[in-house]
């Protein structure tokens, strides 16, 4: 079984194949309900205008020992405001009002997915316009009712690879996945690591041999020079401690009612830098 | 790696390839002879094994009822079960190559015994610790330094034992290839909560031997205290083909079941995932993890290893609650009339098998596993009683 | 009741009659098998005897000479030798009527011991104890009132061990007829010093079994902290017999004898009477008994059993010296490379094998006698080092 | 062997049973250097002249297990000021040199008389005019070379006897004791007990069918009225932590040049109350 052909990640790498220039994906990362809940949607379409090909969406949980601390920053900030994945479902769902083409994919933890039910989460996910979901704490071998569920709602289920994954490990996520593959450093929590361009080039030859969807690359990218290193070995290129630390600093001294705005602006500038040097 | 539907390994992927080579590791060593010879030489040596069985006559003619008989977990080295499970994981990590260990720890007691056990075997020690803790339990913070251990400070969250788990995590993650992650309890991903519980269940099996002899037969009931329940699944575990034995299982009720500030995940929960595993948890209806309470800082866990969430389905195992006012009147009874101070988590037990006997005929048996002793709790008593020192 | 010239019963009139009961009961029930069975069931039920030897290979590797090991009387409940005469004194004052127990405490280490054995066997329990003490140990003094023991403040003079010890005498003279006085050490008038003796031998009749089986032989030397000194003879009494094993015990050198500042009364005393019995004392040209010091408040104490002034006189048994400052780097070292965190007291035996051990050949063995935990040390040794918590 | 035939105290009871009216002796106790060095002689003085018969001088101890608080609070102020066995016989002689007829007797513990070595502790306290020696530490059984040392230099040991003092003890006590014996209250650390006068005429009867010499009381004698009761029964009358009372309460404001005036005041007053009783 494949990912249903109209999958808005398939297509929007299609298309980015298809282009001229050929370039990597710049895929964006933000934690909904950070800087605040009526941020989320305006910043959303900021990055989208600044760049972004998709949008990873951040499902905040009380107990995140995947991320590195900015990350978690973000996501206690959003959960400390009353943040949670029904919320979340309806900004995606208030984000597609506008904008019917960016590919959202929802980036979390299984226990609240779990917890809403998995038949349940997939169904109201698509209807709202999710299309893919990566759990961080959902391995494979755990995975057969998750990724059933998705597959009844055309939703895409993105597993991570890491430098430690062994060949028959690459070939259980490439039977698995679906839109893309999320390849990580084994320094492996959000925002953390360095970047060793030849290393990621050598693994990702690897990873190609079975996975024939998208790679995507996220971390060790600081900058629009890194981003363009990325962007020249990988499918993918995904930001996210980086991009959150500029939104903190945007907001920081913003009065309330000016959170939005400068949010918006801030990564939406920082973003297109980026998004030039690809 | 499940009991039923519980346990399994919900990890990031970073974390598989390590899960992966401890499993094949513990998998090579478990049934190695010349491990369980050390393992054994070790418990024997440097832990004080056998523990004994001990009558509390005095508690039990008080109390009028069941016999009360304790396995005494109390008087190992470092003073509680845990260290049974930190020699194990420490001789497998040698074994591995790796010379780092790291651990988390909340109240301070796992980081003590893990610092121990890394002091024994000449390895590097790194216990996180949330900055919170590392203020109220300073004197656990300084045993680990003189026993050679780095604290780490977390500063993030709440700054208590969730953080330091997290950081632990992340730390375990970028630096996997020479670390070996010590979890202190039979949950966390496959293979940590049976192999926790395989060198937990020493209790048992020692048990198993000795109330023959001491008592004359087996007990009617074993009870244990349950926080993320290592202790437990360690004197249960060998009981469990003795289908005559009743186990009952013991979480903390803290404030009352009634007012939301408990810790009693079997009880109370339901299932998901946290920490590696699926099993009983205590979250809110969006799948958050909620904050727990209990004067014993040992039971102050949302979740509880997999393997009770099994066997409580499947009703092998029961599972009951004491509140933080039970566990205290238990905690002084037992100071008072046998002249062991006990700890608070172990003190949970002794409330349930103190309600419990005084239905049971005096020729009936309950055998509690004392699983600490409460030198570390009695500030946290005096408080209580408006004292400070 | 005399070891040589040393010990007797140095005592007013009004305690003879107490001591002549003691004597007699003490003479009728030390070889009564209903008694001894009952104490060997006690030591192994309640207090977790025997106690391990442990192999320190880490640390014997360090030092690059004799092999030492210890006998783990830290593993005791309560967390030293202390209780071991506790229990048996207890035994016997319940077969002598007394259904109550006094004792005195400097640092409350004798005094939760006794408070324990109290509660254990259901007697009232009081513990007499310096006002100055109780504000320094207030840890302890918390422990013996959970344990339902009352602490009575002795206000007199320097309102420490010593009043402690005349204000204990004093309440045993006015209620000697339903009161036991339990001695702590091998001191006092007989026949304290030779039943306490009987009472901790087992340390050194469980080594005599223990070293050929775990070492393959016995030791070469047998090492002990003295203070009063009931460690050391419960080691040393066993193996007096074995002219081959050299008998050490190490006296506090606090600040270094040349300071003044010490307690080293077998090295530096001369024979006097104090607290009922001729030894070895610390004294000026006027008799009068002098200030000690020692980093250890167990070893701070300026008499010393008389069966060690005999052993000392007679040559089978040689004492040295230990100073603060080496004791505490053997306590860090013993830490740090065992895992196990000594009492201050052991310290100084330890720093003594270490010093021993360095001249002497691998294929040698020393045995040390870990007398107890350090945990309650650790406040004492943080200061030391400049922290304050 | 019996003490030497002109001891004091042997001539002081002699005197007594030979008098018209028989009464019993009067033994006031005081510590020696209390309340100072100077004040001890003067002292000593007053008392006799206020109708001690008999004087019981307290040697300081570091470790006086066997006394009360009063006198323990007594012989620590003399300790503090420096007072030592040594001294104490320097006061005896200072106190000998205007006074050749009172007995004195000694009051301690082992330790300091073994200390200066008992020959030589037996020969300068006859120099100094010491009659009697009480050393509460030395039991029968260990008294052996104490007694011949005191004996050689014709000075009488006295010892305690207690309510529970069995026959076979109270035989060895007669055998042994000189001067007069000492019968103390079981609740018998100084200064404490209540006062049970027919139990102490049964123990007085007890113990004189063994013992020939006199035999003194001294305890719960707070005032002339207990004294006098005390006194129909017994050879002598001991008293101690009251007079040290006495003494304290009197020198408690006094200007350091008044107190061996005050305290020699103060105790020779009170005593004469008891004297008067007798």
């Known amino acids: 079984m494949s990912a249903q052909p109209d999958n808005r990640i398939d297509r929007t790498f299609a298309a980015l194949r298809a282009a001229e220039r050929r370039r990597a994906a710049l895929v ?47 996501t206690q900030r959003a959960l400390d405001r009353g ?26 933890y299984a226990n609240p997915i779990e917890r809403m039910g998995l038949g349940q989460f997939a ?6 316009g999710v299309d893919g979901v990566l759990t961080v704490d959902y391995t494979p071998e755990e995975s057969a009712d998750y990724t059933a569920a998705l597959a009844r709602h055309g939703i895409a289920p993105i597993f991570l690879l ?14 698995l996945a679906r839109g893309y593959v999320y390849y990580v450093s084994l320094k492996g929590v959000t925002g953390a690591g360095h970047l060793d361009i030849d290393d990621v080039e050598r693994r990702l030859t690897a990873i190609r041999e079975h996975v024939t969807i998208p790679v995507g690359v996220g971390f060790g990218i600081r900058d629009a020079a890194s981003a363009a290193r990325i962007g020249g070995v990988a499918d993918a290129v995904v930001i996210g401690s980086k991009l959150i630390e500029t939104i903190e600093q945007a907001v920081a001294d913003a009065a309330p009612q000016a959170v939005a705005d400068k949010a918006a602006e801030a990564a939406g ?10 | 790696g499940h009991f039923g539907p519980y346990g399994g390994v919900f990890v990031g992927e970073t974390l598989v390839h390590a899960l992966d080579e401890l499993r094949d590791a513990y998998a090579r060593y478990r049934d190695d002879p010349e491990f369980v010879t050390e393992f054994e030489y070790e418990l024997r040596h440097f832990v004080g094994r056998p523990s004994p069985v001990y009558h509390a006559r005095h508690w039990s003619e008080q109390i009028g009822g069941a016999q009360i008989w304790f396995k005494r977990e109390d008087l190992n ?19 591995m190559g790796k010379r780092k260990v790291i651990a988390e720890t909340g109240a301070g007691q796992h980081g ?64 996997v290839e020479d670390t070996y992650y010590i979890i202190g309890t039979v949950a966390g991903p496959h293979p940590y909560p049976a192999m926790v519980r395989d060198f937990q269940m020493v209790i048992g099996c020692e048990a198993l031997v000795q109330m023959p002899e001491a008592a004359g037969r087996q007990p009617d009931v074993v009870v244990a205290a349950v926080g993320g329940g290592s202790n437990a699944m360690g004197i249960f575990y060998p009981y469990l083909t003795h289908d005559a034995v009743r186990l009952v299982g013991v979480e903390a009720a803290g404030d009352g079941l009634e007012t939301g500030r408990h810790a009693a995940s079997l009880t109370l929960g339901t299932p998901g995932v946290l920490h590696g595993n699926r099993t009983y948890l205590l979250q809110d209806v969006h799948g958050q993890i909620q904050e727990t309470h209990s004067v014993s800082a040992g039971l102050d866990y949302p979740g509880v290893g997999p393997e009770h969430a099994w066997l409580k389905d499947v009703g092998r195992a029961e599972y009951q609650t004491v509140t933080d006012t039970e566990a205290l009147a238990a905690f002084h009874d037992c100071c008072r009339l046998e002249g062991i101070i006990p700890a608070l988590e172990s003190s949970h037990a ?29 500030h946290t008593v005096a408080e209580r009683g408006g004292i400070v020192f």
């Open chain 1, 123 to 128: 169904a109201r996910a698509a209807e709202a």
């Open chain 1, 269 to 278: 500038a920082w973003l297109k830098t980026v998004r030039d040097a690809l």
């Open chain 1, 28 to 74: 964006p990362y933000i934690a909904a309900g950070d800087p605040s809940d009526e941020a989320t949607v305006p910043l959303m379409h900021a990055l989208v205008a600044n760049g972004a090909d998709i949008l990873e969406l951040g499902v905040p949980f009380s107990d995140p020992s995947a991320d590195g601390p900015v990350v978690q920053r973000a």
């Open chain 1, 162 to 175: 890491a430098p430690t994954s062994s060949e028959q490990r690459i070939r259980q996520v490439a039977a």
């Open chain 2, 77 to 95: 080295h470092t003073g509680a079960h845990k260290v049974n499970n930190c020699i194990g994981q420490a001789l497998l990590a040698r074994r």
């Open chain 2, 112 to 175: 003590v015994a893990t610092a121990t056990v890394a002091a024994r075997f000449g390895m590097e020690c790194k216990v996180f610790m949330g900055s919170e803790d590392v203020r109220r339990q300073a004197a656990n913070v300084y045993r680990m330094k003189l026993l050679g251990a780095e604290v780490c400070e977390v500063d993030s969250g709440s700054r208590t034992l969730k953080d330091a788990m997290n950081e632990a995590m992340r730390h375990w993650v970028t630096n």
């Open chain 2, 350 to 378: 002794l409330a349930c098998a103190r309600r419990m006997a005084a239905s049971m005929s005096p020729d009936q048996i309950i055998l509690v596993n004392l699983s600490g002793r409460g030198d570390k709790d009695i």
């Open chain 1, 83 to 108: 943040m949670n994945l029904s919320r979340v479902l309806e900004l995606v769902a208030a984000f597609r009002r506008d904008d019917q083409n960016t590919p959202v994919v929802l980036m979390g």
